[in-house]
């Protein structure tokens, strides 16, 4: 379960865009709720509410991407140590645990200091905000390090990496794993 340099680097943008990516879709569905409640609330103003949490989403995300870089900055260093101390242990399972343990950890962190940095407090959607990063970030990294290390150890075996979406000879684009049935489809 050794990596080197370029799989540690992969696996860490890994984890920021997808934590980007997932915190994006959770902001914008705070942000309709948002919205819808306050068109609930007034119903005249519908255009308005709604234009206003498209505004709030992306408001969110001009905050959360240069968060998102600098706890990666932050959290290079401890990632690299639960890296290394998981080196001699070979079950898959336990390090996937190991870094769900690590996002939990460090995500709750940076969490807990944003918060306390912004002054979240009751009266504003911000907490929810908030958590939607903490749950984004604790779930990207297990999953981040999960792809990188299930590529990394095909490498080793001296295998194809699985692409997620499949081209079918027709043309089309299947998804997921092939039918008990058929034949496997080779990786070009």
């Known amino acids: 379960m050794g990596f080197d340099g370029g799989e540690f680097a992969s696996g860490a943008a890994r984890a920021v865009a997808l934590h980007v990516a997932l915190f994006a879709i959770a902001s914008v569905l705070l942000s309709l709720a948002h919205g819808v409640t306050s068109m609930i609330d007034e119903p005249g103003r519908a255009s308005s509410a709604l234009s206003g949490a498209f505004s709030v989403s992306m408001l969110v995300m001009i905050y959360a991407v240069p968060i998102s870089l600098l706890a990666l900055l932050i959290g290079v260093c401890p990632a690299y140590m639960v890296g290394r101390w998981m080196v001699r242990i070979p079950a898959f399972r336990n390090h996937l645990l190991a870094w769900c343990a690590f996002g939990i950890v460090f995500c709750g962190a940076v969490s807990f200091a944003v918060a306390h940095i912004l002054h979240v407090d ?18 990207a990294i297990p999953l981040a390090w999960a ?26 684009v299947s998804v997921g794993t092939e039918s008990p049935g058929s034949a496997p489809h080779s990786d070009r």
Do not use: E, Y
């Open 122 to 139: 009751q009266l504003t959607p911000l907490p929810a905000f908030v958590i939607a990063g903490f749950v984004s970030g604790a779930a």
């Open 147 to 172: 792809r990188t290390a299930s590529l990394a150890l095909r490498k080793d075996r001296g295998l194809k990496p699985l692409r997620w979406f499949r081209r079918r000879s027709d043309g089309a």
